[in-house]
C-alpha cells in the first residue's frame, strides 16, 4: 500500500497531546532571567544583550499568539487522530485506509464569544483514486452517537484538495462539543489521511495569550 502524508505538512513532531500555557508564566521567567543576568554581569553590553533577547522573544510570542486558533478543539472521545506539531501549527490527521470511516468528538476550549471556525480541512497525497466524504457537525456533549448535530460544514475531497474553514459561521454560538465523521466513497487499495490544520473557533479578538507545548508521542 502506498502510504498517504497529510496535505501541506512536513517534517513535524508527533505528538500525544498539546498543553496550553498562560503566556504571562514564561513572559516573567525570560524577564527574571534576563534581570539576573545582568545583575550577574555588571551591566554594560550585557544590558543591551538581555534587552534584545527580551526584543525578540516578545517579537516570537507575539507572533505566535496571532497565529494560534483563538479557541481550539482538544480530542474528547471516538477515533484518535494523530497529533503533529510544526510550529504554531497544530495538524488533527485521521488515517484512512481502504474502506475506512472514522467518528472524533471534540472538546471545546471555552470560547463564549466564537464566531466561526477555523483553520483549514485537507486530504492528503499519495493514492490518487481516493474520495473522501466528510462532516464537521456540532453537538451536546450528553447525545449518544450525534443524532441530534447540527451540520457545520460538510464535503467530499479528492487527492491534496483542501478547504478553509473560516467562512464557516456558528449560526447558534459555540457548541458544546464538536464532532468530525469521515469516511472512504472509492474502493482503492491505497492509504489517505484527512488533516484538520488548528482545528478550533475564531473569535472577535485573539484569544487568550498563552504558548503551546507538544508532549511527544511515544
Do not use: K
Amino acid at each position: 500500500m502506498t502510504m498517504a502524508h497529510a496535505a501541506g505538512t512536513g517534517a513535524g513532531t508527533l505528538a500525544s497531546d498539546v498543553v496550553y500555557v498562560n503566556g504571562w508564566i514564561p513572559a516573567v521567567v525570560l524577564f527574571a532571567g534576563v534581570f539576573v543576568y545582568v545583575a550577574a554581569t555588571d551591566g554594560g553590553w550585557n544590558i543591551v544583550v538581555g534587552g534584545g533577547i527580551v526584543g525578540v522573544s516578545a517579537l516570537f510570542a507575539f507572533f505566535m499568539w496571532q497565529s494560534l486558533t483563538d479557541y481550539p478543539l482538544t480530542y474528547r472521545d471516538g477515533d484518535r487522530p494523530t497529533l503533529d506539531v510544526q510550529g504554531t501549527g497544530i495538524y488533527q490527521v485521521w488515517d484512512l485506509e481502504p474502506g475506512a470511516d472514522v467518528s472524533t468528538t471534540l472538546d471545546v476550549d471555552g470560547g463564549s464569544d466564537a464566531e466561526r471556525l477555523a483553520g483549514n480541512l485537507s486530504v492528503g497525497y499519495g493514492c490518487e483514486a481516493a474520495r473522501v466524504r466528510w462532516r464537521i457537525s456540532a453537538g451536546e456533549a450528553g447525545e449518544a452517537g450525534g443524532a441530534g448535530d447540527a451540520p457545520l460544514a460538510a464535503g467530499t475531497f479528492g487527492e491534496g484538495e483542501r478547504r478553509g474553514l473560516g467562512d464557516v459561521a456558528l449560526r447558534d454560538g459555540p457548541p458544546a462539543v464538536v464532532r468530525v465523521t469521515a469516511y472512504r466513497l472509492d474502493d482503492a487499495a491505497c492509504d489517505t489521511t484527512l488533516t484538520w490544520r488548528n482545528a478550533g473557533f475564531e473569535g472577535p479578538g485573539h484569544g487568550e495569550f498563552r504558548f503551546l507545548f507538544p508532549m511527544p508521542a511515544e
